[in-house]
Structure formats: structure tokens, C-alpha cells
């Protein structure tokens, strides 16, 4: 099993930056992906930006390319979002997502952190 644990959420106002961080724990696994999606209140939870090591690709959703950056640490047990000109329209809970394989298993599993709270004020 996997944990994932977030910080970095708070409040902001219009026009600045936050950063979170995301680090993963639970034993031996190996990382496919990391990355983060969000979800405002009486939306539905979309995608944010995502790394994977497959392609060693970074991904990000169009509302946010350019003033998202995704970051990863060399042990692929953390990932950090740089946040910067951020909006009201940011305002959301932000989840970290990762899917891993565990090799003793042969199996590909998903996991999601508990959310932590962006709030972007007018």
C-alpha cells in the first residue's frame, strides 16, 4: 500500500504563487506516474498536471499550462506543483494522484492523497 501526503495548500490572493508538495511512502513499489488533479465545489474533479515515467513526459491541463510547473525529486517518492499567477478560477481542492506497479504482485494500482485546499482570492 501506498500513502500520499500533500501540503502546501493555503490562501492566496489573485496573482500569486503557491507550491505543493506531494510525497509518496509504503514499501517497495515502482512510480508509472505522479501528478495532481483538483475540484471545485459542485464540479467535477479534473485533471491537473501529471509526470510519467514511461515517456518521462510532464503533461499539463490547457487552463494552466504555462503557469503550472510539475517538478520531481530523484527517488520518485515526491513531486512538487509550482503554482504562479494563479486565479480565482484556481480555487479548488487539489488531490495528488499516482498510479504504481508493486512488483511482487505484478500489479499496476492507483492511489489518491487526502486533498489539500487552494484558495485564490479576488
Known amino acids: 500500500q501506498v500513502q500520499l501526503v500533500e501540503s502546501g495548500g493555503g490562501l492566496v490572493q489573485a496573482g500569486g504563487s503557491l507550491r505543493l508538495s506531494c510525497s509518496a511512502s509504503?514499501?517497495?513499489?515502482?512510480?508509472?506516474?505522479m501528478g495532481w488533479y483538483r475540484q471545485a465545489p459542485g464540479k467535477e474533479r479534473e485533471f491537473v498536471a501529471t509526470f510519467s515515467w514511461s515517456d518521462r513526459s510532464t503533461n499539463y491541463a490547457g487552463s494552466v499550462n504555462g503557469r503550472f510547473s510539475l517538478s520531481r525529486d530523484n527517488a520518485k517518492n515526491t513531486v512538487k506543483l509550482q503554482m504562479n499567477s494563479l486565479k480565482p478560477e484556481d480555487t479548488a481542492i487539489y488531490y495528488c494522484h499516482t498510479e504504481v506497479r508493486h512488483p511482487l504482485i505484478d500489479t499496476n494500482r492507483e492511489y489518491w492523497g487526502q486533498g489539500t485546499q487552494v484558495t485564490v482570492s479576488s
Open positions: 509504503g514499501g517497495a513499489f515502482e512510480t508509472r506516474d
